[in-house]
């Protein structure tokens, strides 16, 4: 199972469109769950709720600016060896303000999609396409080049 654990909610149609596409193209291979936490404007109670729903079973996977870089075959490389010993990754997106210390410390692996900044909404679409695509690499599907 792969869960997305992130703070805020999607306003945008067209990305909630984008969101869904993706979600419906994995859970041909897995289940999978977004669990929206509430925004905050206090940032202790935003991540204490963040906190809350992070399962210390599942392999955590934190994305942070601060985390390493991977390739798309490297982010299918890794789920497919995270995949053999646990079947449930928590991928988990802070808010604005990104996560805290203790949340990249308590997860399994620490990882940057790039040095820029996105948008919160259009961020969890991208995670949710290269999640795709790591599984369409793993099955040596046609989608990725």
Same mark, same amino acid.
């Given at each position: 199972? +792969? &869960?997305?654990?992130?703070?805020?909610?999607?306003?945008? @149609?067209?990305l909630?469109?984008? #969101? =869904? $596409?993706?979600?419906?193209?994995?859970?041909?291979?897995?289940?999978?769950?977004?669990?929206? +936490? &509430?925004?905050?404007p206090i940032?202790?109670?935003?991540? @204490?709720?963040?906190?809350e729903? #992070? =399962? $210390?079973?599942?392999?955590?996977?934190?994305l942070d600016?601060?985390?390493?870089?991977?390739?798309?075959?490297?982010?299918?490389?890794t789920?497919d060896?995270?995949?053999?010993i646990?079947?449930? #990754?928590?991928?988990?997106?802070?808010?604005?303000?990104?996560?805290?210390?203790?949340?990249?410390?308590?997860a399994?692996l620490?990882?940057?999609f790039?040095?820029?900044?996105?948008?919160?909404?259009?961020?969890?679409?991208?995670?949710?396409?290269?999640?795709?695509?790591?599984f369409?690499?793993n099955?040596?599907?046609?989608?990725?080049?």
């Amino acid at each position: 199972m +792969i &869960k997305i654990l992130c703070v805020g909610k999607i306003k945008e @149609e067209y990305l909630t469109k984008l #969101i =869904n $596409d993706y979600q419906k193209r994995i859970s041909k291979y897995t289940k999978i769950e977004i669990i929206e +936490i &509430k925004d905050n404007p206090i940032y202790s109670k935003e991540i @204490e709720a963040l906190k809350e729903k #992070i =399962n $210390d079973h599942d392999y955590n996977i934190a994305l942070d600016i601060k985390g390493n870089l991977l390739t798309s075959e490297e982010l299918a490389l890794t789920m497919d060896k995270i995949r053999n010993i646990n079947s449930n #990754i928590t991928f988990i997106i802070g808010g604005s303000l990104g996560l805290d210390e203790e949340i990249r410390n308590k997860a399994n692996l620490v990882l940057s999609f790039s040095k820029l900044t996105f948008p919160h909404g259009l961020f969890r679409g991208i995670l949710l396409e290269q999640i795709y695509r790591s599984f369409k690499i793993n099955n040596n599907e046609t989608y990725h080049k």
